[in-house]
């Protein structure tokens, strides 16, 4: 073994020793056994795990005996979470790697900003103005009928557990990804949206059976790609591989090269 791999191995054992010590590990330590021998509603546990993943982002910030470095690293607080929990990520057990991804993102937001994010027994709470940027206000008499207006109030509001996905993807991630193909520079995200709306269009008349027109804007093309996308999105890589990158989503906005 080089000096430099000596240097390392010692400064991830003294890392380890330090995490191990903390004094809030000990509530963080019985939720997680819970979560783990749990088969269902593991979110619900997710509010009590987020708390105590604030507590010991906190508590690290607060102990001086020895500087952590990517303390608020989703990856870093995961496998302490792991080890707490006694957990075998080749257990491949979703549910609860999920609450534990759940978990560390509230803590971390809840941590970077106080103010926008409060626990409250077995609920979380998000300013509304986070949780929803955008408010839809109906346009009578107008073609449409609606525009979206930004939304400006500050009261905290009960939310779903899911919408911290949301809220980590748009506020972690999208400055630092600008998802643009190479030749047509369109932007993925608008364009899956857009072809959902579409899709959806062209469904409603297949399933009220308008036969004349549904033959006026799918033609036999039209068909054979909606074969080839069907084949690409039922194996699911896309998906999985989105997943894969999110739960290694680093503060920077940047995936590990381990991942």
Same mark, same amino acid.
């Given at each position: 073994m080089t000096k430099n791999e000596t240097k390392n191995? &010692?400064?991830?054992?003294?890392?380890?020793d330090f995490m191990m010590s903390l004094k809030s590990n000990e509530p963080l330590k019985k939720i997680l056994? !819970?979560?783990?021998?749990?088969?269902?509603?593991?979110?619900?546990? +997710?509010?009590?795990?987020?708390?105590?993943?604030? %507590?010991?982002?906190?508590?690290?910030?607060?102990r001086q005996d020895i500087k952590i470095k990517g303390q608020i %690293?989703?990856?870093?607080?995961?496998?302490?979470?792991?080890?707490?929990?006694?957990?075998?990520?080749?257990t491949k057990d979703r549910a609860f790697e999920l609450a534990v991804t759940r978990s560390i993102r509230w803590?971390?937001?809840?941590?970077?900003?106080?103010?926008?994010?409060?626990?409250?027994?077995?609920?979380?709470?998000?300013?509304?103005? +986070?949780?929803?940027?955008?408010?839809?206000?109906?346009?009578?008499? !107008?073609?449409?009928?609606?525009?979206?207006?930004?939304?400006?109030?500050e009261t905290l509001e009960p939310v779903r557990i899911s919408l911290i996905d949301k809220i980590w993807a748009n506020t972690m991630a999208v400055n630092k990804r600008q998802s643009k193909t190479k030749d047509t520079k369109i932007n993925f995200q608008q364009l899956s949206s857009n072809f959902l709306n579409e899709?959806?269009? +062209?469904?409603?008349?297949? %399933?009220?059976?308008?036969?004349n027109k549904l033959l006026?804007?799918?033609?036999?093309? &039209?068909?054979?790609n909606l074969g080839n996308i069907s084949a690409l999105l039922t194996d699911n890589s896309i998906r999985s591989a989105w997943i894969k990158a999110?739960?290694?989503?680093?503060?920077?906005? %940047?995936?590990?090269k381990s991942a």
């Open positions: 191995e &010692t400064k991830k054992d003294n890392n380890n056994f !819970l979560a783990k021998n749990l088969s269902n509603n593991l979110s619900n546990l +997710v509010p009590k795990m987020g708390k105590s993943v604030f %507590d010991v982002i906190t508590e690290i910030d607060k %690293d989703p990856v870093f607080l995961r496998n302490h979470l792991y080890t707490l929990a006694s957990y075998e990520s080749k803590g971390i937001k809840a941590y970077q900003n106080p103010t926008h994010y409060k626990f409250d027994k077995d609920e979380i709470f998000v300013m509304s103005k +986070v949780a929803v940027p955008f408010k839809t206000e109906e346009l009578k008499g !107008l073609k449409g009928g609606v525009k979206k207006v930004v939304n400006t109030d899709l959806e269009s +062209v469904w409603k008349l297949a %399933d009220k059976k308008d036969y006026e804007i799918v033609d036999e093309k &039209t068909i054979e999110s739960d290694n989503l680093s503060v920077s906005g %940047d995936v590990k």
